[in-house]
């Protein structure tokens, strides 16, 4: 009996093998949580053919949708997921969502060691790192100087001059912006949620009074860009990569830091808790920080890649656009997004929730 099974294992798993039925006979898929523009057509073209054996899998996500997802299969399902920065530490702690990174398999020689050390800082829990950066950007402002040559604070967007000609996105930033323009630092205010809800309810009742100057809130990067170039509006909130786009278009369009500084995020790399291949989420990782698929990745995502002179690696007409936006003042006076903790989401989305009832937006 021994032998006769001994037989039959051994003839089916020949056959699994030559008809491709055995897993390891198979390629290995890397399912990626990431945002839009984040894993290009030929960035994966180019990565699958280095690693053949590698198949690559996108889902497109954001930050609110990868907490989602990650939370409902308990981390499982996906192999490398790139929330922001601001994003892991309370998430972590709460779901536990992430594993740590090996960093001894990440090249980090080669990222900005200012961008590296703040996610570091941001995403280590019990002395293990959570993340690494891969891009970052910001969120400011953006005018047509030629129609709005003044603007230079997040308050200028209801400036009753430009009444009917703003726009804003509803989201957290706008929140955040108004605040700073309030002489407010919301940051700080995190610790204690009392404080925190009542400079919201500030904040709210500043964006409600200004809903006659916003023509409309903007929804997409399309939108917004529609709005701007056809003049419908001179001034809005925006994120700079949509800024830095326009200006290849119409050179009077520039990406305005604010007074009080611009936003700034950075994308990161996590590995999820219930991921099954980590071994191509660090060759994806190592991949992507390339000089030149660096550039690729740029020109695809708007935003500047988390390493070493990596302004020098944008496409060359976005080396312009960041040019006329930024001074080396700007850049060091960049206010970073902090870690959310428990329950400021929920405070906020209900505060956006009353000001979009307030505005029709």
Not at 85 to 93: L, N, S, T
Not at 228 to 251: C, P
Not at 256 to 279: Q, Y
Not at 287 to 307: D, H, K, N, R
Request: hydrophobic share 40%; with cysteine; glycine share 8%.
């Amino acid at each position: 009996m021994t032998t006769v099974r001994a037989t039959l294992i051994a003839t089916t798993a020949l056959g699994l093998v030559l008809s491709g039925g055995f897993t390891a006979a198979q390629a290995e898929t890397l399912r990626l949580l990431t945002w839009g523009g984040y894993a290009p057509d030929k960035v994966i073209e180019l990565f699958e053919a280095k690693y053949p054996d590698i198949d690559v899998e996108v889902t497109l996500s954001n930050n609110e949708e990868m907490i989602s997802k990650l939370r409902a299969t308990g981390g499982a399902g996906y192999d490398l997921a790139q929330p922001s920065h601001d994003r892991i530490f309370a998430v972590q702690e709460e779901y536990g969502i992430y594993k740590p990174l090996d960093l001894s398999k990440i090249d980090t020689s080669v990222m900005s060691e200012k961008l590296l050390d703040g996610v570091k800082a941001n995403t280590t829990i019990d002395g293990q790192v959570y993340a690494v950066p891969h891009q970052w950007g910001t969120s400011g402002l953006m005018a047509d100087k030629s129609k709005a040559p003044d603007i230079k604070s997040w308050a200028d967007l209801c400036d009753p001059q430009y009444k009917g000609k703003t726009s804003m996105r509803l989201r957290r930033t706008i929140l955040l912006g108004t605040a700073f323009a309030m002489g407010e630092n919301p940051f700080e205010a995190y610790s204690d949620l009392a404080k925190y809800q009542a400079l919201l309810d500030k904040v709210a009742d500043k964006l409600i009074a200004c809903k006659d100057n916003i023509k409309v809130y903007w929804q997409g990067g399309d939108d917004l860009a529609n709005l701007m170039l056809s003049g419908e509006i001179v001034a809005s909130e925006t994120w700079d990569s949509t800024a830095f786009k326009l200006y290849n278009q119409n050179n009077n369009i520039v990406f305005v830091p604010p007074e009080t500084g611009a936003l700034a995020w950075i994308d990161t790399f996590a590995i999820p808790s219930g991921g099954e291949n980590d071994d191509a989420a660090y060759k994806w990782i190592n991949f992507v920080l390339q000089p030149e698929i660096v550039t690729m990745m740029s020109a695809s995502t708007g935003a500047i890649a988390a390493v070493k002179n990596g302004g020098d690696l944008l496409p060359e007409e976005a080396k312009a656009a960041v040019a006329a936006a930024f001074t080396p003042a700007d850049i060091d006076n960049l206010k970073f997004f902090a870690n959310i903790p428990p329950g400021v989401e929920d405070m906020e989305g209900k505060t956006l929730e009353k000001i979009k009832a307030a505005t029709g937006g």
